[in-house]
C-alpha cells in the first residue's frame, strides 16, 4: 500500500504543478504596457476624437452659412415686384435661426444691438440681406474652427436685425 500512496502523491504534485504552469502562462501578458503609456494613448484618442467633432461642427456652420446665403437670395428673387409674399415668413425664420446659431457657435454674445443705418425700403432691405449673406458665408468659409471672428458676430447680428427689419414689411 505505501507505494499506492507515493504513486498517487507524486502524481497529485505532477498535474498542480503542469496546471499552475499552463495558468500563469495564459495570464501573462508577453509585452506589458506601462500604465503612463495606456494613459497617454487614451488622452491621444480622446484629443483626436474632440478635434473631430469640432471640425464637424463647423462643418455644419459653415453648410449653415450656405443655407442662409441661398435662402437670402431666393428671398430676394421674391421681393423683385417690390412686396414680399407671405409664405417669405418660413424662409425669414429660417435666416434668423441660422445666424443666431452661426452667432452663438462663433462667440457672440445673443445681444440685439440696432442697426446704425436702417434701410428705407424694402428692397433695399432684401439687397442688404442678399450681399450681407453672400459676406457672411465668405467669412465663415475663411475661418478655422479655432478661431473667434468678431466679423462673423457681427455678420450674424446684422442679418438678425435686417429679418426684423424685412418681418415689418409682411404685416
Excluded at 19 to 25: F, L
Excluded at 138 to 144: F, L, N, R
Aim: proline share 5%.
Amino acid at each position: 500500500m505505501p507505494l499506492r500512496w507515493l504513486n498517487l502523491i507524486v502524481s497529485c504534485a505532477a498535474t498542480f504543478l503542469i496546471a499552475t504552469s499552463v495558468a500563469r502562462g495564459q495570464t501573462a501578458d508577453p509585452l506589458p504596457v506601462p500604465p503612463n503609456e495606456q494613459n497617454d494613448s487614451f488622452r491621444d484618442t480622446l484629443a483626436r476624437m474632440q478635434i473631430q467633432r469640432e471640425e464637424n461642427e463647423h462643418k455644419k456652420l459653415v453648410s449653415k452659412a450656405g443655407q442662409l446665403r441661398e435662402a437670402a437670395g431666393s428671398l430676394a428673387k421674391d421681393a423683385e415686384g417690390g412686396r414680399l409674399p407671405r409664405s417669405s415668413e418660413k424662409k425669414l425664420k429660417e435666416i434668423e435661426k441660422s445666424a443666431r446659431q452661426i452667432r452663438s457657435e462663433s462667440g457672440g454674445a445673443n445681444e440685439d444691438t440696432p442697426l446704425e443705418s436702417p434701410p428705407a425700403s424694402l428692397s433695399e432691405a432684401v439687397h442688404q440681406l442678399d450681399s450681407l449673406s453672400e459676406r457672411l458665408n465668405a467669412s465663415m468659409e475663411k475661418t478655422s474652427r479655432r478661431v473667434v471672428s468678431a466679423t462673423v458676430v457681427a455678420e450674424a447680428s446684422e442679418v438678425i436685425q435686417l429679418v426684423k427689419i424685412i418681418r415689418t414689411y409682411l404685416n
